[in-house]
């Protein structure tokens, strides 16, 4: 009996051996995320957004109080920017690796905004 060759196409040859050469073991790196969050956080929200989520009161279950209890909270300086950005985190809003300590400057535009709101309402 003669077997005969077939051709395959040469992307289902290059498939197959990459199958058997990829090494065992080996894990992909998978950004880190919050485990409780449901929806993926962004990594960049206007801070003027942001400042309104809060002001709305979105960041509720986060300890962030909304409308004439934040702007109270935050003019005696019981609740902070930072913390609104780490309530953002907190609530999946933003990545986990948003870290708050080394973006002041979006902090402080957050905090720009709160104030603004403040000064409206007045």
């Given at each position: 009996?003669?077997?005969?060759?077939?051709?395959?196409?040469?992307?289902?040859?290059?498939?197959?051996?990459?199958?058997?050469l990829?090494?065992?073991?080996?894990?992909?790196?998978?950004?880190?995320?919050?485990?409780?969050?449901?929806?993926?956080?962004?990594?960049?929200?206007?801070?003027?957004?942001?400042?309104?989520?809060?002001?709305?009161?979105?960041?509720?279950?986060?300890?962030?109080p909304?409308?004439?209890?934040?702007?109270?909270?935050?003019?005696?300086?019981?609740?902070?920017?930072?913390e609104?950005?780490q309530?953002?985190?907190?609530?999946?809003?933003?990545?986990?690796?948003?870290?708050?300590?080394?973006?002041?400057?979006?902090?402080?535009?957050?905090?720009?905004?709160?104030?603004?709101?403040?000064?409206?309402?007045?």
């Open positions: 009996m003669k077997l005969k060759w077939q051709s395959y196409p040469a992307s289902l040859l290059i498939a197959a051996t990459s199958m058997i990829l090494p065992i073991g080996v894990k992909a790196e998978v950004p880190q995320t919050n485990s409780n969050c449901s929806l993926e956080a962004q990594s960049d929200i206007a801070p003027q957004t942001l400042a309104t989520m809060a002001y709305r009161g979105d960041f509720k279950k986060e300890g962030i909304g409308y004439y209890v934040l702007e109270t909270e935050f003019s005696a300086g019981k609740i902070t920017a930072k609104i950005v309530a953002a985190v907190n609530a999946c809003v933003l990545r986990p690796q948003y870290d708050v300590a080394r973006h002041n400057d979006y902090v402080n535009q957050v905090k720009n905004e709160i104030e603004l709101m403040i000064q409206e309402e007045d």
